[in-house]
Nanobody
């Protein structure tokens, strides 16, 4: 079994920054990819940023230039640095991990951007 735990959400004013962290633990032989998704009230869950085992990244157009995803392979951890936050970034952010044998989601962490 694999556990995925996010941390780092919170409240921030527009223009501010937050850093999310996600750690995967348990019986893990290989992590193929990790990423962040978000879901705002009344909306579908959407991809924010993903990174594969080679370090290649992909971002949603709405966050390009503001968010940066990175990972520490040795610690099975992925980070999301979020800068220049906007009210429309308000959502529950979920970490997603793809491993050999399946994929797993974290419980989510709330990010609220408001003045």
């Amino acid at each position: 079994q694999v556990q995925v735990v996010e941390s780092g959400g919170g409240y921030v004013r527009p223009g501010g920054s937050l850093r999310l962290s996600c750690a995967a633990s348990g019986t893990i032989f290989s992590i193929y990819g990790m990423g962040w998704y978000r879901q705002a009230p009344g909306k579908q869950r959407e991809m924010v940023a993903v990174i594969n085992s080679a370090g290649s990244t992909n971002y949603a157009d709405s966050v390009k230039g503001r968010f940066t995803i990175s990972r520490d392979n040795a610690k099975n951890t992925v980070f999301l640095q979020m800068n220049s936050l906007k009210p429309e970034d308000t959502a529950v952010y979920y970490c997603h991990t793809v491993v050999r044998g399946g994929d797993y989601w974290g419980q989510g962490t709330q990010v609220t951007v408001s003045s």
